[in-house]
């Protein structure tokens, strides 16, 4: 057995993570395991604190989407209160969930993901980054697309009060209202996102969808599974960012589970192997079956490429006629391709542009009534949110005082982590043969968690009470010839 190939640190995602590649006598991929190294603690954290600080608390688990957990967590005290925000609330809310939404995939598809196809997946390394990009389509669109997320980056300042960790969700409600100046600007702003967006859908199609090897590659078995997929939908089946159901369909598209929030353990359960630090959740009905794709796999996928096959169609006029070409151009639907979750990414820009004109001209956004005070005893309660990663759930209880007492956060790279094993291992098998690594090689094994976005500094959080360490030295022929632990 040749010597393992690792890459380590694997990049381009938040968070940390490597990958380890066994090779046969022959130079054949025999395993290769994407294993998460750190750990987080947040939900040992936040047992003894107030409720009402959990939304600042879990906004720091990480800096790329703070306002996802921050909202979750707003909507969880919703459901610990027994409280319901007032429409203008709402709005607010979903406001500034789409600006968060369609800047933190436009930092995806241009500095993280997106160099793999406009630089070229094989290309130096030192060119696979957003200087390369810069490099490659030009100086101008640079200074539009840091000009773009610094606008955007603006409102999450003005309304949330802080451009990293907001401080304006409350339990009932938010903390500030939009004046008629404030939607002014907003209006303003939500026109220049939407043209940013068709910007984006234009440069996809242009790199992307017009060069029949990138589709090919797309396309390719190395980069599919055919798993169950995850995602919140509105009344109508619609894609939905804040609000709705959870809806799960299987390999073929049906449809096998619809749940509010508050029914998620009912269907959901985790999973846990001694090589990585994140769990692997799968659906509970059907069980954990292995790291396998098919029907009778509890293995199931969230994030865009998820949200697309789980939903019914967009409720956005534009992001609607994407959607369509985007099922037509691959094969129909579900699409199982890893990869295309870089085309469902540019669309989901699209319609949370959209979605952020809809409520910047709406009316009743400039009500002043943005919060119900809550008056019933708290003990428990659950919110969710799509975050630009998949779905994300926090869970909390607490005593009369609203201390709380226990909270489960599972978040949107916990759900991917077993389709992410799966892909990495396929990719390597598919692309190194007779022992022959390169670069470019490694970098399209990459490739195959990069299209997930994975975010670990958010993922990795819930083992209690210490952080066990365990070092494995291999000898040449792969096995372990020593072991050094400390479990306490």
């Not at 292995?290 to 796999?297: A, I, K, L, P, T």
Request: net charge negative; with cysteine.
């Amino acid at each position: 057995m040749a010597d393992p190939v690792v890459i380590n640190p694997i990049t381009r995602l938040e968070g940390h993570g490597k990958i380890t590649i066994f090779l046969d006598g022959k130079g054949e991929v025999s395993r290769a395991y994407f294993q998460v190294p750190e750990l987080r603690g947040f939900e040992n954290f936040l047992v003894g604190r107030q409720a009402e600080d959990a939304p600042q608390i879990t906004s720091r688990i990480c800096g790329v989407c703070p306002t996802a957990h921050h909202t979750a967590a707003s909507k969880a005290l919703d459901d610990l209160f027994k409280v319901d925000p007032p429409p203008a609330a709402k709005m607010i809310r979903e406001m500034l969930y789409s600006v968060f939404m369609l800047e933190d995939h436009a930092l995806h598809l241009f500095f993280l993901g997106g160099p793999d196809f406009v630089v070229g997946p094989t290309a130096p390394k030192a060119e696979r980054n957003v200087l390369g990009v810069i490099q490659k389509a030009g100086l101008e669109i640079g200074k539009r697309v840091i000009a773009m997320r610094k606008e955007l980056r603006g409102i999450l300042t003005e309304l949330g009060g802080k451009t990293i960790h907001p401080v304006f969700g409350l339990p009932g409600g938010v903390a500030k209202a939009v004046t008629p100046e404030m939607q002014t600007r907003f209006k303003e702003t939500a026109t220049r996102a939407l043209e940013f967006a068709q910007f984006c859908e234009k440069l996809f199609e242009d790199v992307v969808l017009e060069n029949p090897a990138y589709v090919k590659m797309i396309m390719s078995d190395a980069y599919t599974h055919r798993t169950h997929y995850m995602g919140l939908v509105d009344s109508q089946l619609h894609e939905n960012f804040y609000d709705g159901q959870l809806r799960v369909v299987n390999p073929t598209g049906a449809e096998v589970a619809r749940f509010p929030a508050q029914q998620y353990l009912d269907y959901i359960a985790e999973h846990s192997e001694p090589w990585t630090y994140v769990k692997f959740p799968f659906l509970k009905k059907i069980g954990w079956k292995g790291f396998v794709d098919g029907e009778d796999s509890g293995v199931y996928s969230v994030a865009p490429l998820a949200r697309l096959n789980a939903c019914s169609g967009m409720a956005t006029p534009r992001a609607s006629w994407l959607y369509e070409k985007y099922f037509e151009t691959l094969g129909g639907k579900p699409v199982h391709h890893t990869l295309a979750n870089h085309w469902a990414r540019v669309i989901e820009i699209v319609y949370a542009a959209e979605r952020l004109q809809e409520l910047a001209h709406d009316p009743g956004i400039v009500d002043p009534d943005i919060r119900t005070l809550p008056t019933e005893t708290p003990k428990e309660g659950i919110g969710v949110v799509e975050a630009p990663r998949g779905v994300l759930i926090h869970h909390y209880t607490s005593d009369e005082r609203g201390v709380l007492t226990s909270a489960n956060l599972i978040v949107a790279t916990q759900h991917n982590a077993a389709r992410i094993a799966m892909s990495v291992d396929k990719a390597a098998r598919s692309m190194i043969h007779k022992g022959v690594v390169d670069d470019g090689i490694l970098n399209q094994v990459e490739m195959a968690f990069r299209a997930y976005d994975p975010c670990h500094a958010c993922a990795t959080h819930s083992l209690p009470g210490h952080m066990p360490l365990l070092l494995q030295i291999h000898g040449p022929d792969g096995r372990v010839v020593r072991e050094i632990r400390q479990d306490g």
